[in-house]
């Protein structure tokens, strides 16, 4: 019998096939979706509690809301039809001070899969099609996977500052790159 349960292991790990797909645009579920991934990765990360995690929910739902397709861009990786991540591109304010790239996290099931390399270049490619000549993004000091990617994409920080607009004091970042 146990040579037959570790047939039964191999055959589903061989045989798992899994699609994933970057979908443009808002599904239903993409708020909640975006929100739980954010409170989830950064609750463990660095304790956000509440207060972060409804700051992500009350600023993707206005940006879903006042969303403009030929203006702004929101990319989802899907697994299995599943929101394992997520990136946007708020340019309400693009003329006056760049493209806004916002909510760029992956699940734990797809960091370090390509997925994250994906969601970033489907953001930038977008933000060049539109010709926006500045792409900037806020984030902290300490999440090297995202400021590695965000480096090899061109990306620089620009200023940085103590603040606890993210639920807790932490050395914020404003990442800047040029079109």
């Not at 061989?14 to 975006?34: C, D, R």
């Amino acid at each position: 019998m146990q040579g037959r349960g570790a047939w039964l292991l191999h055959w589903l790990t061989v045989n798992f096939v899994v699609t994933m797909a970057i979908h443009k645009g808002y599904i239903p579920g993409s708020i909640g979706a975006i929100s739980s991934l954010h409170a989830r990765y950064y609750h463990r990360e660095v304790g956000f509690g509440l207060s972060f995690e409804s700051k992500v929910a009350r600023e993707i739902s206005e940006f879903c809301e006042r969303y403009v397709e030929e203006r702004d861009g929101l990319w989802l990786a899907l697994v299995d039809g599943s929101i394992e991540g997520s990136i946007a591109i708020d340019a309400a304010h693009a003329e006056q001070g760049g493209a806004h790239l916002r909510w760029f996290i992956t699940s734990d099931m797809v960091r370090g899969t390509g997925v994250g390399n994906a969601l970033l270049e489907s953001a930038i490619d977008f933000c060049r099609s539109r010709c926006y000549e500045q792409v900037f993004l806020w984030t902290f000091e300490g999440l090297s996977a995202a400021k590695h990617l965000y480096e090899k994409f061109g990306f620089r920080v620009a200023h940085q500052r103590r603040g606890t607009q993210w639920g807790g004091e932490v050395n914020e970042q404003r990442f800047e790159l040029t079109i």
